[in-house]
């Protein structure tokens, strides 16, 4: 079946301007995870969802950030005011429930502040 | 809190070499264990697991085993091919919501 899709696959905006990025989960799967992945930094943790709600917010790195879920499907990530350390690999994963072992990743949005 | 360290790469190896990717956690009690790699152009995918202690992953010709008394989870394989060239990584999870990654480790095979 269809994996994990995340759209657009490459981004670049200019520094200031608002950018959403979009991440649509394997069916059935309750979970949702975002992760940044920047150079040299690893892999950093920002939010999950279990169906539409995200119990734990405090991952996110300002109140730049922001996500929602709707109808326990597809997330959207939307960063404001882009500034330049916000470019990085933002990841999408969902699994079949939360405290579920195995994440299924997306391939990741690549994002460019210049 | 929880962490993972695992080598600093990347890492040249020659086709056919063993190879061994370190990696060592702190955590609170005895979570599950993961290799995630990363293949150029694609998503990363989990290569294996291990859910409890001396338990030994496998996938793909890789292994690794789940070593309690050193904190350890250390990636080998045998004889590595250029098809494994990819980044590493090294997880645990944290509660329901969030997987703790090491920093990745880039391995290079060369034919």
């Known amino acids: 079946g269809a994996g994990v899709s995340q759209s657009p696959s490459n981004k670049v905006t200019e520094k200031g301007k608002d950018v959403e990025l979009r991440c649509d989960p394997i069916?059935?799967?309750?979970?949702l995870y975002w992760y940044r992945q920047s150079l040299g930094q690893g892999l950093e943790f920002l939010i999950y969802?279990?169906?539409?709600?995200?119990?734990?917010k405090s991952g996110l790195p300002s109140d730049r950030f922001s996500a929602e879920r709707t109808g326990g499907s597809v997330s959207t990530l939307t960063i404001q005011r882009t500034q330049q350390e916000d470019s990085a690999v933002y990841l999408c994963?969902?699994?079949?429930?939360?405290?579920?072992?195995?994440?299924?990743f997306g391939p990741g949005t690549r994002l460019t502040v210049l | 809190g929880d962490s993972v360290t695992q080598m600093e790469g990347p890492v040249t190896l020659s086709e056919e070499a063993f190879l061994t990717i370190n990696c060592t956690y702190t955590a609170t009690g005895y979570p599950s264990l993961f290799w995630y790699v990363q293949y150029p152009g694609e998503g990363l995918q989990l290569l294996l697991k291990?859910?409890?202690?001396?338990d030994k992953g496998s996938n793909k010709g890789f292994e690794a085993t789940y070593r309690k008394e050193t904190t350890s989870f250390h990636l080998e394989k045998g004889s590595v091919q250029v098809s494994d060239s990819a980044v590493y990584f090294c997880a645990l999870p944290q509660g329901d919501d969030k997987i703790i990654f090491g920093k990745g480790t880039r391995l290079h095979i060369l034919p």
């Open positions: 969802f279990q169906g539409n709600s995200a119990p734990d």
């Open positions: 994963a969902s699994s079949l429930m939360a405290g579920v072992d195995e994440q299924f």
């Open positions: 069916s059935g799967h309750t979970a």
């Open positions: 291990a859910t409890k202690a001396d």
